[in-house]
């Protein structure tokens, strides 16, 4: 199982909004609304953003958004804030019951 | 508050085998899948395999079959992840994760396999 396509850097200044995609195949992304996003800062623990695709977890900021077209799911940020600067993972599972991660994506605030 | 504390680093040779554990604590330990996934020195998120709530089931990525056993005691709220025949590309944080969309996450495990 390869990993899902992400950009791997994605820049924006304060304010903007920016969009992270997440691309995969129909045995995957496209086959099920189990798409995830994760947030990393360097050193720690991933923390959950979003599942099923477009489900924020209790305490996420509304900032963080996500959708899915066809094989493609995305992250969107609005108001983009200093603190938002991290690593972010896309997963989704798969036709073969297991889940598979994206390849990540350095979000820098300008 | 849900809480997954996992073992301390660890120092292995090549072709030695690391057993990694973590603990929950703040749920019902028994209803919830459990996730293993890796990442390598400056590398990406890497799935390594689940494991039911009753622990009777496993799926692991093809990558890592017959090297990998999950294993969960239910009396102790503990999940482990045995690793067989290290190579030096095994080195990396170890994490546990709760539930089909790993909502909770452990601190981390290093393990370093070195000659």
């Known amino acids: 199982q390869s990993a899902l396509t992400q950009p791997a850097s994605v820049s924006g200044s304060p304010g903007q909004t920016i969009t992270i995609s997440c691309t995969g195949t129909?045995?995957?992304?496209?086959?099920?609304?189990?798409v995830s996003w994760y947030q990393q800062y360097p050193g720690k623990a991933p923390k959950l953003m979003i599942y099923?695709?477009?489900n924020r977890p209790s305490g996420v900021s509304n900032r963080f958004s996500g959708s899915k077209s066809g094989n493609t799911a995305s992250l969107t940020i609005s108001g983009l804030q200093a603190e938002d600067e991290a690593d972010y993972y896309c997963s989704s599972n798969t036709s073969s019951s297991t889940y598979v991660f994206g390849s990540g994506t350095k979000v820098t605030v300008l | 508050q849900v809480q997954l504390v996992q073992s301390g680093a660890e120092v292995k040779k090549p072709g030695a085998s690391v057993k990694v554990s973590c603990k929950a604590a703040g749920f019902t330990f028994s209803t919830y899948s459990m996730h293993w996934v890796r990442q390598a020195p400056g590398q990406g998120l890497e799935w390594m395999g689940i494991?039911?709530?009753?622990?009777?089931?496993?799926s692991y990525t093809q990558k890592f079959q017959g090297r990998v056993t999950m294993t969960r005691d239910t009396s102790t709220s503990t999940v482990y992840m045995e690793l067989s025949s290290l190579r030096s590309e095994d080195t990396a944080v170890y994490y546990c994760?709760?539930?089909?969309?790993?909502?909770?996450w452990g601190q981390g495990t290093l393990v370093t396999v070195s000659s």
């Open positions: 994760a709760r539930a089909r969309r790993l909502d909770s």
């Open positions: 494991i039911n709530p009753g622990g009777a089931s496993t």
């Open positions: 129909s045995s995957d992304v496209g086959g099920y609304n189990y």
């Open positions: 099923e695709v477009s």
